[in-house]
């Protein structure tokens, strides 16, 4: 069984192209999934230069594709369902390259809105949701951020 669930933060924003015989839509980024490490383990790796996180070149096919290159930037945190794959070619200088990649079923956009981060494609967290109007539901009511002591 070739199965991966992965949860990780885009290191760059993903890039869209279309392949030309037939236009579908293929999406690339690259995850970079922390390795979970112990905070004494984490400095130790830190201070011999050594990475804290893998880092997953992510394929995206399809409509899903183009949602990533609309809605995801850099830095955001997504979770990746789908299987990995392992392929070859040969490059310019006759070489033999060896690549392992992710190749993305679902992709769940674990973040949303600005935070800080201006290069949110379109995407506005503020969109019209009077449905969520929480006023006198169970006794509460909004706070100004002057009421608040601290």
Sequence with gaps: MNKVILIGRLTAD???RFLAGNGTAVSTFTLA?????????????????KPTADFL??????RQAENCANYLSKG???????RIETRSYENAQGQRVYMTE????????????????????GYNN?????????SGAD????????????
């Design 33 to 49: 999934v922390d390795k979970n490490l112990s905070r004494d383990k984490r400095q130790e790796f830190e201070q011999q230069g």
């Design 57 to 62: 070149r992510t394929v995206v096919w399809g």
């Design 126 to 134: 503020s969109s019209n949701n009077d449905s969520m109007d929480f």
């Design 76 to 82: 955001r945190l997504v979770a990746v369902e789908g």
């Design 14 to 16: 993903p890039e869209l």
């Design 102 to 121: 992710v190749i993305a079923e679902r992709v769940q956009f674990l973040e949303w809105g600005d935070n800080n981060n201006s290069s949110n494609k």
């Design 139 to 150: 006794g509460f009511q909004p706070v100004d951020d002057e009421d608040i002591p601290f």
